[in-house]
């Protein structure tokens, strides 16, 4: 009884919200790399925190510094979805949440690096949630995936409270309400990706390390593939990681190929969940096995997506990108190589062309040697 009461409280909080930000002017304004059209109300991740709030003070205020690192970055994300932050004061905030998490683990004890391994990690997850949020669905319906499976997983090894994740599921479901449709009333804004993403890491932490078995991480895959190629190739191209473009594949399916943004969204969490599964059978084996697995299905799915990815930029124009998309680079390499090669026939002296003399059929040999030729 005590979920649906909270349920019922969250919708009602989420309403109240989409009128003060409506009031206050909340709202994420589309540009030419926006995958939605109409301003659209942004920082509804906020309901995220709530219900992290009404299970923290429903469960004797378990997880202390957690909560505070939470909330930590919460206050600084909703403020840069309000008005804006700079970078470095982000990044601050982000670190001292994370160092938060990690003493709430209670591993300082292990190696430097661990703690530097974790906080990439960490930033690089909140960040691929931001990126994933302009898509209609994606946020909602990946996040309940990845929660389900932690939730199930739970029931078999319980290694942090149930409550934690049920209550970070509520909160999804309310959001998703408002998000999971054609066009969407809102955004979850910087505050949603860094919260939720926030809570989801500490849940898979708190598996790992109860396990040892790091092939839990692919819970996440699906955005770990999507996320890392399109870094990688904008590091290959020079351009920086963190700038906005429309050149993750989802993007482009639902932007430029026209496949609706919630066909999308559906698409990855049912591979997400495919994955997800799979991963919960293969731990019982040996590391050997689930090393391979890992290594076999994550080069396979890798492949799948730069194949299609590397077909859309070939046949598609993607917007807002035109300096670096593949094809249009080609077209003006071939417009190159056309202007100087029509440069190079202008400048060639043309020798003029021989006369050819037809013989007549029946001039005898004589006749021939007493004209000379």
Not at 272 to 289: E, H, M, N, R
Request: aromatic letters at 18%; proline letters at 2%; glycine letters at 6%.
């Amino acid at each position: 009884m005590i979920y649906i009461f909270t349920l019922i409280f969250l919708f009602a909080l989420a309403f109240l919200y989409l009128k003060i930000a409506d009031r206050f002017n909340i709202v994420d304004k589309p540009n030419e790399r926006s995958s939605h059209t109409k301003v659209t109300i942004r920082g509804a991740g906020i309901i995220f925190y709530v219900a992290s709030i009404i299970y923290f003070f429903n469960n004797d205020f378990e997880y202390p510094w957690f909560f505070l690192g939470l909330t930590l970055l919460t206050y600084i994300s909703f403020l840069d979805d309000i008005r804006g932050v700079h970078p470095t004061a982000r990044l601050t905030v982000h670190f001292a949440s994370v160092l938060l998490m990690v003493y709430e683990f209670g591993v300082f004890n292990y190696p430097w690096y661990y703690l530097i391994l974790a906080f990439v990690f960490t930033i690089g997850v909140i960040n691929a949630y931001n990126f994933m949020d302009g898509i209609n669905g994606m946020t909602a319906f990946c996040t309940l995936i990845m929660g389900g499976l932690l939730l199930y997983v739970n029931t078999k090894i319980n290694y942090i409270e149930q409550d934690f994740l049920i209550y970070t599921l509520l909160g999804v479901v309310v959001f998703g309400f408002f998000n999971f449709r054609k066009k969407a009333v809102c955004f979850a804004g910087d505050v949603g990706p860094a919260v939720l993403s926030f809570m989801l890491l500490f849940a898979l932490g708190k598996l790992i390390l109860k396990t040892g078995d790091f092939t839990y991480v692919l819970f996440l895959g699906v955005y770990g593939i999507e996320i890392g190629w399109s870094v990688a190739r904008r590091v290959y191209q020079g351009y920086h990681i963190f700038e906005p473009h429309r050149t993750f594949l989802l993007h482009m399916l639902s932007n430029e190929v026209g496949h609706s943004s919630l066909s999308v969204s559906t698409v990855y969490g049912l591979v997400q969940l495919a994955l997800g599964a799979s991963v919960i059978y293969i731990v019982q084996f040996d590391a050997s096995v689930q090393w391979s697995f890992a290594i076999t299905t994550l080069s396979g799915l890798s492949a799948f997506y730069l194949i299609v990815k590397q077909y859309i930029f070939n046949n598609y124009y993607i917007k807002g990108e035109e300096k670096y998309a593949i094809r249009h680079r080609r077209i003006l390499r071939l417009k190159a190589r056309r202007n100087t090669a029509r440069k190079l026939v202008s400048e060639v002296k043309l020798v003029q062309e021989a006369k050819i003399i037809e013989m007549p059929k029946k001039e005898m040999r004589e006749d021939l040697l007493h004209t000379g030729i």
